[in-house]
C-alpha cells in the first residue's frame, strides 16, 4: 500500500515557540492532505483539508492564524503550530488519499512546556 | 452532518473468544468504510475497507460487514489474542477525496 511518513514522530517544545510538522507522501502524489488532532482517549478530530497550490481549508472552531498550513508540493503538506500553548499538547496525525483509501501518518506526539 | 458511533466503548475479554464490535453512522450516503486499528500512542494501521457496494470484507480472523441502509457495520474477531489488545475505529468516507468521520473507537483488553 502507499506510505505517508510524518516527520518528527515527537517533539518537546516550550510555551510560545512554534513548531513545523511535515506529512510526506512517499510514493504517489497527493493534491490533498488532512490533518487530525486527537486527544487522550479520543477519536481523532479533523482539523483542515491542505490543498495543493491553495489556501487550506479549516473546520469549524479551527484558528487558522494558530495552525497553519502549507501545501508546497504534490507530496509535502506542513502543519506549523504557532505560538504553541501546553494546550496544543496533542497527537496530530495526517492522512492522503489514493484510489479508494485514505492512507495515515504515523502521527506526531506534541508537548508544549 | 455525518456522526459515527461506536459500541461498546470498551471490551474486556478472555482469550479464544469471539467478539463484535459495532458502528453505526447517520448518513447511508457513503463512499466506503475503514476499519482501523490504534496501539497506544501509535498511529491508524488499517484493517480492512468496505466499499459502499459490498456486504463485507474479511482478512484473517477479522470480517468486516457493511449494512448501508441501515448505517451499520459490524468487525468480528475470532479467536481473540492478546495481541488483539487495541483500540478499533470505524471511520465513514462519505465522498472520494473528502476526510474520514471516526466514531471514538472500542478499547479492546484481551486478558491471557
Known sequence: GA???????????????????ECRSLDFQATTMFWYRQFPKKSL???????EGSKATYEQGVEK???LINHASLTLSTLTVTSAHPEDSSFYICSAPTGLEQYFGPGTRLTVT | KQEVTQIPAALSVPEGENLVLNC??????IYNLQWFRQDPGKGLTSLLLIQSSQREQTSGRLNASLDKSSGRST??????????????????????????????????????
Open chain 2, 75 to 112: 468487525l468480528y474477531i475470532a479467536a481473540s489474542q492478546p495481541g488483539d489488545s487495541a483500540t478499533y475505529l470505524c471511520a465513514v468516507h462519505s465522498n472520494s477525496g473528502y476526510a474520514l468521520n471516526f466514531g471514538k473507537g472500542t478499547s479492546l483488553l484481551v486478558t491471557p
Open chain 1, 3 to 21: 506510505v505517508v511518513s510524518q516527520h518528527p514522530s515527537r517533539v518537546i517544545c516550550k510555551s510560545g515557540t512554534s513548531v513545523k510538522i
Open chain 1, 45 to 51: 478530530m479533523l482539523m483542515a483539508t491542505s490543498n
Open chain 2, 24 to 29: 453505526s453512522f447517520t448518513d447511508s450516503a
Open chain 1, 65 to 67: 492564524d494558530k495552525f
